[in-house]
T-cell receptor
């Protein structure tokens, strides 16, 4: 089975940095996704990590440590539009079509 | 135009009614999925399909059925809706060569 944990809520100030942690315990692992979801909208893809290390994409970075079952999403230079829920999802192995999602972390950016 | 569309976007129905949620995609993907999302819970997989003749149950399929009418269309039915099926439902697609799933805009279903 899959157990994926992430904090429920975080609040930060515009222009600041926020780090959202995700820990997982899974029976099979073939990569970890981060999705962004604005309220009432579809999740949209942010990043995918399959190897250990840091992947940077503009203001967003994602880190993975497979040995520790740990990932984080780093949001820099926060903007009001970054207020959203951030979903951590683990891709199964060998059933690579299966994604197991965490409950999501709601980030509120304040002026 | 959106690559993955869902209809209706919102629906209120009564307990015991049959309801169908529809999903269409123009991405040419072979794989399609239905998820539900509840507050405080992650997205959970209801059914998935690898092609028109390959349909499989996900982790929470009880009370639901699906139909893959064509490669581009995947419908979810609630044969007899009950209040605990009130949720946000998402359709998603992917192809067998990539890892990313693309989500539709969602259907908010309320069963009273």
């Amino acid at each position: 089975g899959q157990n994926i944990d992430q904090p429920t809520e975080m609040t930060a100030t515009e222009g600041a940095i926020v780090q959202i942690n995700c820990t997982y315990q899974t029976s099979g692992f073939n990569g970890l996704f981060w999705y962004q979801q604005h309220a009432g909208e579809a999740p949209t893809f942010l990043s995918y990590n399959v190897l250990d290390g840091l992947e940077e994409k503009g203001r967003f970075s994602s880190f993975l440590s497979r040995s520790k079952g740990y990932s984080y999403l780093l949001l820099k230079e926060l903007q009001m539009k970054d207020s959203a829920s951030y979903l951590c999802a683990v891709r199964d192995y060998p059933h690579d079509y299966k994604l197991s999602f965490g409950a999501g972390t709601t980030v509120t950016v304040r002026a | 135009d959106a690559d993955v569309t869902q209809t209706p976007r919102n629906r209120i129905t009564k307990t015991g009614k049959r309801i169908m949620l529809e999903c269409s995609q123009t991405k040419g993907h072979d794989r399609m999925y239905w998820y539900r999302q509840d507050p405080g819970l992650g997205l959970r997989l209801i059914y998935y399909s690898f092609d028109v003749k390959d349909i499989n149950k996900g982790e929470i399929s009880d009370g639901y059925s699906v139909s893959r009418q064509a490669q581009a269309k995947f419908s979810l039915s609630l044969e007899s809706a009950i209040p605990n099926q009130t949720a946000l439902y998402f359709c998603a697609t992917s192809d067998s060569t990539s890892y990313e799933q693309y989500f539709g805009p969602g259907t908010r279903l309320t069963v009273t």
